[in-house]
């Protein structure tokens, strides 16, 4: 009985090699539909999807007044009056009001040196003056008493009833007393001046600004030695510099060939680096009447014709000059392209914009003539990047693949 059981456990081989042969069988078919499915697609991707090489361009934005600019150069800005502040005075710094980017009015005080000095040199003036008018009170009282002795002994003398030694004596006394009053006058005179002197010199250890401007930079802070030379290894000849921001004018170099092209008066539009998104009306101020013979070029000033608080000195700036003043309007700037990148279908213009590698047509406004660019107000943006010359092969949406502009 148990062996009849264990019979019953026999493996049977021809069962399991028909199942391996019917599972490989439909592997191969289902392998064989995957790759044929394959082939369909790309042939479809061929035949009615086809990759188109074109090049590309970028929208972008210009200026108006780039279509009627005649020359462009290089420079900076520079403050036309600019000053290192000092003193005449020689000291210690003890006390300074402003720093960096501070705003200083003329007159204003900057800054104060240790003064004790002075104001012992201004006191001992005053003392010698009060003490030159008491000696002149006191010679006018002299003066007044020998002249009336001098009169009394003369109208004696004129009797015959005094000697004339006594008149000479007299008379002696009031000419030293009229003497004595013009010394004291005198020395009351060199009073004054002498407390002028210490007056002055008691101003010169507050230093104040010369003029309405904004400090650049800060040269100097407290307990420095501040002296008119700077001849000390400590010291500072300036405590601050500043610049009249109302000043600023761009100095640009413009080549000696084509300085036929640049009169005074004549208008511009000025660029700076810091500031690219805003174009700045100008105008040529001054061209400078001698040549730098290194750069066979000659220094133009050209000034802002409006202010702004961002407008800095040693800033780098482009300046465009024009043939025309620049309008309102035409300060805006305007997205342009050129006209080989537009194409026409049923009288309305239209680009390729590329979108994910795919060419999509995009209907376009467009506007005026820029020189060789056209303005468009709508349809596509400053930035994005469209077919250059398209072909007609080059389908809506059709896929593409960026060509290397040559």
């Known amino acids: 009985m148990l062996q009849n059981d264990i019979s019953k456990l026999k493996i049977d081989k021809t069962r399991t090699m028909q199942h391996r042969r019917a599972h490989k069988k439909t592997s191969v078919q289902i392998v064989g539909a995957a790759f044929l499915l394959l082939l369909g697609f790309v042939f479809y991707r061929l035949a009615f999807d086809p990759v188109v090489k074109v090049k590309v361009a970028t929208v972008s934005q210009m200026y108006p007044a780039q279509a009627f600019t005649l020359l462009h150069?290089?420079?900076?800005?520079?403050?036309?009056?600019?000053?290192?502040?000092?003193?005449?005075?020689?000291?210690?710094?003890?006390?300074?009001?402003?720093?960096?980017?501070?705003?200083?009015?003329?007159?204003?005080?900057?800054?104060?040196?240790?003064?004790?000095d002075a104001v012992a040199v201004r006191e001992q003036a005053m003392a010698n003056l009060n003490g030159a008018v008491s000696n002149l009170v006191m010679a006018k009282t002299e003066m007044d008493d020998a002249g009336l002795h001098y009169n009394r002994q003369r109208e004696l003398r004129a009797q015959g009833i005094v000697a004339q030694s006594?008149?000479?004596?007299?008379?002696?006394?009031?000419k030293r007393a009229c003497a004595a009053v013009t010394s004291a006058e005198a020395a009351i005179a060199a009073g004054r001046a002498a407390l002028h002197a210490a007056k002055v010199s008691l101003k010169y250890?507050?230093?104040?600004?010369?003029?309405?401007?904004?400090?650049?930079t800060k040269n100097a802070d407290i307990g420095d030695i501040v002296t008119p030379m700077g001849a000390a290894a400590n010291a500072k000849a300036a405590v601050v510099t500043i610049a009249d921001m109302s000043s600023l004018l761009v100095e640009a170099d413009v080549s000696e060939s084509n300085l036929r092209k640049v009169k005074a008066g004549q208008p511009c539009e000025i660029q700076l680096d810091a500031i690219s998104d805003v174009r700045f009306r100008g105008m040529v101020y001054m061209i400078v009447p001698t040549a730098d013979r290194s750069k066979a070029s000659v220094m133009v000033k050209v000034k802002f014709l409006e202010k702004d608080p961002r407008i800095l000195p040693e800033m780098s700036a482009k300046v465009a000059f024009l043939e025309k003043p620049v309008t309102a309007e035409e300060q805006r700037p305007r997205v342009v392209l050129n006209k080989g990148i537009m194409i026409s279908r049923n009288g309305q213009q239209a680009v390729f914009l590329i979108k994910e590698n795919r060419a999509i047509e995009t209907p376009i406004t467009t506007g005026a003539q820029l020189g060789d660019m056209i303005e468009i107000i709508a349809g596509v943006a400053a930035g994005e990047q469209v077919v250059v010359n398209p072909s007609g092969r080059l389908k809506n949406r059709a896929r593409i693949k960026i060509q290397d502009n040559e």
């Open 166 to 174: 006594e008149f000479d004596v007299a008379e002696a006394r009031y």
């Open 73 to 116: 150069a290089s420079g900076y800005v520079v403050a036309q009056r600019k000053a290192a502040v000092a003193s005449k005075a020689t000291g210690r710094l003890i006390w300074l009001g402003v720093e960096e980017g501070s705003t200083v009015t003329k007159g204003q005080t900057i800054a104060r040196l240790e003064c004790e």
């Open 205 to 216: 250890t507050f230093i104040r600004a010369p003029f309405d401007a904004v400090v650049l």
